[in-house]
């Protein structure tokens, strides 16, 4: 509970249209895109500059008040959800596009940008942001650095990580740093800028943000490859790698994911079969025609029963769009889609979806799978309905071998939607105790008070958790 004098500080810092703690906007920021968790804040504060993150930071650490900062809200880690109250931190009035320098070739930005818009903008210039998850017409800048996200373009381009290059940041005691740079080259002492990015929040908030643009390809062509099987297609995953040719894009939808998809995009992908494979290659026109060649008779060799390249960008743009929305059609199916990213390496793709069958089947519940297979990255997705505990605890116990079985290949419990509350209870199978201590050190350096995100990472909590205060 906040106090009387903390809200009029508070009111004092930000002005009074910025400071709402009525129970309607409590419950709208109670929650996040991740079912089976909710908790009340205290206050929903909204800054307009970084001097007043400065201030309202300085506030709370000296009240220790938690600070949970929130872009879109659209993590599906439970990510900004405020388990033990506290203010939310909204950034709707720091969207600024502050300078796209085309000699450096970099933008600068403030954290509430939504990342479609930063990427209309720097292609209005003919340059590139590869980093393209599938919510980013909604998602921002400061949500996509802080879960170091990923997108259909990661397994040539990399993810947000490789694109960051200075930030500001606000401290939890208010202090103001400034790190990385417009700087091709810098070495001066620790990488401060990388310790931030992924850092779910629970450092300290981004301000500001200098990324890195790079030339936009000369051109791309889009293709499906079919499969009456889902291990011919993660094969032919592997094998495209292998022969040493990285696609800009190698996504996998199973036969559940595409059924629902084409219900809900409409644009005659096939429904009959097993696996698809969409596949993009962008740069020369003559590399492009030439690894779009070698790949479709990859595709053939591992038992692809058709493929089809896109005749147009339309007919590509169609293909990529109906992929993003991979995840909204399928939570059409039921009340509750819980969707998880266990992660392995490449070569492990076809032992990894075999495995997600598998574990399905034997705890029987409903699971449909897609995702960046050239990252090995996979979104196995759970139609269920939080109504009906019985199945949640199958749910639950499904997915915890899942985590368990990816780590066992080579694997990680999340490869790009972050840690949050709902993977922390799993995420000493992948760090061991020891790399948990060692990032607590790392927390407790930043934020002795703990006010940053609390219960994040490193919470105790159990997965289930359906906590309702309105
Ligand atoms: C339909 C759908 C598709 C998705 N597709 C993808 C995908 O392809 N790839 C992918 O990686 N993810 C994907 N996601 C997950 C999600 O969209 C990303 O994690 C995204 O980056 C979150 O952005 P946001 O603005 O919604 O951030 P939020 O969810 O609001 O916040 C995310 C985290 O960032 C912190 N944060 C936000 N702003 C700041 C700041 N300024 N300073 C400090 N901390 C801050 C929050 O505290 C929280 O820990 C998808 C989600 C949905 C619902």
Redesign the pocket.
């Known amino acids: 509970m906040l106090t009387e004098a903390v809200k009029r500080q508070l009111t004092a810092i930000v002005g009074p249209e910025n400071f709402q703690d009525n129970k309607a906007s409590l419950l709208v920021y109670s929650y996040?895109?991740t079912p089976q968790f909710q908790s009340m804040p205290d206050a929903v504060v909204a800054p307009r500059n970084t001097e007043e993150v400065s201030s309202v930071l300085k506030l709370c650490n000296e009240n220790e008040i938690p600070i949970?900062?929130?872009?879109?809200?659209?993590?599906?880690?439970a990510?900004?959800t405020p388990l033990n109250g506290g203010i939310v931190?909204l950034?709707k009035h720091m969207q600024d596009i502050i300078e796209i320098d085309e000699e450096n070739l970099t933008i600068t930005v403030q954290?509430?940008l939504i990342?479609l818009d930063m990427i209309h903008a720097v292609e209005a210039k003919g340059l590139f942001y590869p980093p393209?998850?599938?919510?980013?017409k909604?998602?921002?800048?400061?949500?996509?650095?802080?879960?170091?996200?990923?997108?259909?373009r990661g397994l040539k381009y990399g993810?947000?990580r490789d694109y960051v290059m200075g930030l500001e940041?606000v401290l939890p005691n208010g202090d103001i740093i400034r790190t990385g740079g417009k700087l091709a080259k810098d070495v001066a002492g620790y990488d401060l800028t990388r310790l931030f990015v992924g850092?779910?929040?629970?450092l300290?908030?981004?301000?500001e943000a200098t990324l890195k643009l790079v030339p936009m390809p000369e051109t791309k062509k889009t293709m499906l490859a079919l499969y009456e099987g889902i291990e011919a297609a993660a094969e032919a995953v592997s094998s495209i790698i292998a022969n040493r040719i990285i696609p800009t894009t190698l996504e996998f939808l199973d036969r559940p994911t595409l059924k629902v998809v084409e219900e809900f995009a409409q644009i005659g992908l096939p429904t009959d079969i097993e696996a698809v494979l969409l596949i993009e290659q962008d740069g020369p026109e003559e590399v492009v025609e030439r690894d779009i060649s070698n790949i479709a008779a990859l595709c053939r060799e591992n038992q692809a029963i058709q493929v089809d390249i896109a005749k147009s960008e339309m007919e590509a743009d169609a293909l990529r769009t109906a992929r993003?929305t991979a995840?909204?059609a399928l939570a059409r199916l039921k009340p509750t889609t819980i969707l998880e990213?266990a992660t392995v390496p490449r070569s492990k793709i076809a032992a990894m979806v075999r495995a997600i069958n598998d574990i399905a089947k034997q705890y029987d519940v409903e699971i449909c799978t897609f995702g960046?297979a050239g990252d090995g990255n996979l979104h196995p997705t759970c139609l269920t309905d939080v109504r009906n505990k019985e199945e949640i605890h199958r749910v639950e116990q499904a997915f915890e071998a899942i985590f368990h079985k990816a780590v066992e290949l080579g694997g990680t419990i999340t490869g790009?939607?972050?840690v949050?509350a709902m993977k922390s209870p799993y995420l000493h199978l992948k760090l061991g105790e020891e790399g948990i201590d060692t990032m607590k050190g790392i927390k407790q350096a930043f934020d002795p008070n703990n006010i940053m995100?609390p219960g994040?990472v490193f919470a105790k909590s159990e997965r289930k958790r359906v906590v309702v205060q309105p």
């Open positions: 996040d895109a949970i900062p929130r872009g879109s809200g659209t993590n599906l880690s990510g900004t931190l950034f954290p509430g990342t393209d998850p599938s919510s980013m909604i998602s921002t800048i400061g949500g996509n650095l802080n879960e170091n996200s990923g997108g259909l993810v947000t940041v850092s779910e929040g629970t300290g908030v981004i301000t993003r995840l909204s990213d960046h790009e939607h972050g949050g995100n994040k």
